[in-house]
Nanobody
Framework: QVRPVESGGGLVHPGGSLRLSCADS????????MGWYRRPPGKQRALVAS???????TTTDSVKGRFTISRDNAKNAVSLQMNSLKPEDTAVYYC?????????????WGQGTQVTVSS
């Protein structure tokens, strides 16, 4: 089972950049479609970017052209490069399989990494 561990968040000014990283502390994630999700304050968690095991990517319209998802299958790692950040990108960001990993009948989520975009 994939057990993602996210890192790389922080406080950044509007227009700035961050690179989030996701390492798999469980079994190999290289065979799975992986995604970056985010949960803004007071809102539901939602998928923002995905990448298949072959490298095909998708991004939601709100981040298209600004966020790039990538992966290194040899390292079981997934990254999210975020450029031209906006205040509305403020959220806790999570990586996970698509659909999310299930362990003992429940969705498994890591702690996530906080991204705050503010001047």
């Amino acid at each position: 089972q994939v057990r993602p561990v996210e890192s790389g968040g922080g406080l950044v000014h509007p227009g700035g950049s961050l690179r989030l990283s996701c390492a798999d502390s469980g079994s190999s994630s290289s065979i799975y479609t992986m995604g970056w999700y985010r949960r803004p304050p007071g809102k539901q968690r939602a998928l923002v970017a995905s990448i298949t095991s072959f490298g095909t990517t998708t991004t939601t319209d709100s981040v298209k052209g600004r966020f790039t998802i990538s992966r290194d299958n040899a390292k079981n790692a997934v990254s999210l490069q975020m450029n031209s950040l906006k205040p509305e990108d403020t959220a806790v960001y999570y990586c996970n399989t698509i659909p999310p990993t299930v362990i003992n009948g429940k969705e498994y989520w890591g702690q996530g990494t906080q991204v705050t975009v503010s001047s």
